[in-house]
């Protein structure tokens, strides 16, 4: 198998060495385009061993002793865009916008009812900013039945339940009836701003901590520049300096107190710690990237694996740290306009990542946990991670 994959190898570097040929001589050139045509004979290799991982995923069927999850961020949009061709924008105080596409929120959706019916999903997993573009204004607002319940509500994705995650575009509305929805809707499950459950997995569990992240950066308020995104729409009682750093004790108290069955710790985020999306002026605020980094170092200090999952940035990817088994996978492409990602040419810890939209399928077994990355469009894995615990 491998002498296979290594003649296969060396046939397409010779082949990229060819087309190369008929292009301008010199020593320098010629060691750069070997470079050049190498990274793509290798990345006309990759895919072969990623299908190869996801076959049955593309297919829908499971294999036994698996349990899967999916996980899907940035995707409430449908009711942004009804209100932005109603012309109530937000720079006017609407809910409008021009990137929220109801069409991209509803193939992603078709894609993960479809995948749904045999892989059986456990939960699906919120990685926030469930409600765009300001959030919702009380428990009765029409956005919970036309940016979740008209979407989410159907065939095989009818009675799957929903552990959500808070994003900053909800922080811009009430975070009270967000709190409140679990009494008309037992699948949205939301306790509380940032909560724990658990996931067996054999004799083990693995262990979700939920976290707020625009609640954690009021706990950097004191410590940072002033100025945060959204600031004048962020309540003191949710996001501000008291309630930041309750959750910062609390995050310290979860992760001293591990749990001797938890083989894995999956914390769960909106905002990212590390990304390669290219978010244009609106990069990260003094508390955003105090918080970022405290996180980090937080992670880093856990004596299990962890996996650190989030959207906000609207790509797929994947970094690991490289002193220490941690990985961020971001998955913030469930319906929301995608961002570029940038050129990079320092990245060592960046392990792959594209802008699509769809969603991850999660494969959980005794000892590891598998990431594949979907493609709304094709329905197809894009790219798998298997993380071993």
Known sequence: MAETKLRKFFRLL?????RNARRPSGIMFFVGAIGLVTLRAVRQLLPVTAGAQAQHINAGVPKAGMTYFFSVGDFGVAACERAFKAN???????DGHHSCSAGHQKLVAAAMEHLAGGLQPEFILSLGDNFY???????????FQESFEDIYSYGNLSEIPWQITLGDHDH???ISALLQRPQRNPRWRLPSPYYVFQLPTGKRQVRFLVLDSVGLEGGMLEHTPKGRRFEKDLSEEFAGSKAGGAQWDWLSRSLANEDEAASLQVVVGHRPIRSLADRGKYGSAPPEAAAAEALKAALLTASTP????HGHDHVMQHFRESEQEVHHIGNGVGGMGLHPLKNCSDCSEFQWG??????AVHELAKDFLATHFVDATTRQVLHTVVIPF
């Not at 594209?354 to 969603?359: E, K, L, N, R």
């Open 14 to 18: 010779r082949l990229e060495i060819l």
């Open 88 to 94: 109530q924008l937000e720079s006017a105080g609407g």
């Open 133 to 143: 573009i300001r959030g919702v204004k009380d428990s009765e607002d029409p956005q």
């Open 172 to 174: 811009r509305g009430n």
């Open 306 to 309: 962890v996996v650190y999952l």
């Open 354 to 359: 594209t802008s699509a939209h769809g969603f």
